[in-house]
């Protein structure tokens, strides 16, 4: 498969090309269960999760569950997220797990076949997983995903405050850590291109050279931690085929009306079109 495209990648421009970029989070956090006036119960959990899906099914590239929310209700949660999951890939959504992932050897093998694995009932299209054992502690997964036409999504730059100290820290050479990862991402994307994504927050100037980078960026920070589709073009300057502005809260404050959850979708989507084109 040398220097042809990831099956993944194929899929992703094409529900690109017909719903836009943006990716949209299920985050089923408590505060808006009840802002929805729904329990925080797995019975809120799933009324939460089935609401999601109506509203941004068929109309959105990409759905991000954030898999701590689900997991908080242990393995009942974890059913509904396998559900959540199941639905949106029946219908031809792809789905990102965000389960931020990172290990060595025989766990790392084991977090991928959990999450891309055919077989499992959490399969996904692709993942988030965290480098900062080392960008070679993810090769397991590396390896599954590019078995199983999955793709990874690579903690770069995060859009946590609280990560620039390590991430903007720098080698004796002068590289920073972030830098070192998405270098690690282009290494590896020259075999199979688009293997590798990164996540990168769209919050602040990342400070990273993205140049020589053509997979898919996974961009958090849209709306409720301040972002706009409009600064997209300043953080993100050159052009980005494969840009997945996400947006989670920004979106679910207009719930529970699944019209309202699929016009704010909708709403955002074309601003980010509009800004990105």
């Not at 509203?55 to 559900?83: D, H, I, N, T």
């Not at 993205?210 to 300043?234: E, H, M, R």
């Not at 494969?242 to 074309?270: F, K």
Request: proline residues 5%; aromatic residues 6%.
């Amino acid at each position: 498969m040398s220097g042809h495209h990831h099956p993944w990648v194929h899929r992703l421009t094409a529900a690109v090309e017909h719903r836009g970029r943006l990716c949209v989070g299920i985050d089923p956090h408590p505060v808006l269960l009840e802002s929805w006036g729904l329990p925080a119960t797995v019975e809120g959990l799933e009324a939460f999760a089935e609401i999601c899906v109506e509203a941004f099914v068929g109309e959105v590239a990409v759905v991000k569950p954030q898999v701590a929310f689900f997991e908080a209700y242990g393995s009942a949660g974890y059913a509904v997220l396998e559900r959540t999951i199941s639905v949106l890939r029946a219908a031809g959504t792809l789905v990102v797990a965000d389960a931020k992932r990172g290990d060595i050897g025989s766990t790392m093998a084991a977090y991928a076949r959990s999450w891309l694995g055919a077989e499992s009932a959490l399969s996904s299209d692709a993942l988030t997983v965290s480098p900062y054992l080392g960008f070679g502690a993810l090769d397991p997964a590396l390896s599954h995903a590019a078995e199983h036409g999955r793709g990874l999504f690579v903690l770069a730059r995060t859009s946590n405050p609280e990560g620039g100290d390590l991430q903007a820290a720098q080698s004796a050479s002068g590289v920073s850590v972030a830098q070192s990862m998405v270098d690690a991402a282009v290494r590896r994307n020259a075999a199979e291109p688009g293997l590798v994504g990164l996540v990168v927050g769209a919050t602040r100037g990342h400070g990273l050279d993205l140049s020589n980078f053509s997979g898919p960026i996974l961009a958090p920070g849209l709306g409720a931690q301040g972002a706009t589709a409009a600064d997209l073009p300043d953080i993100f300057p050159e052009s980005r085929t494969l840009l997945l502005p996400n947006s989670s809260r920004g979106i679910l404050r207009h719930g529970p009306s699944i019209t309202a959850l699929r016009e704010a979708a909708l709403e955002v989507r074309d601003e980010i079109e509009s800004a990105l084109t």
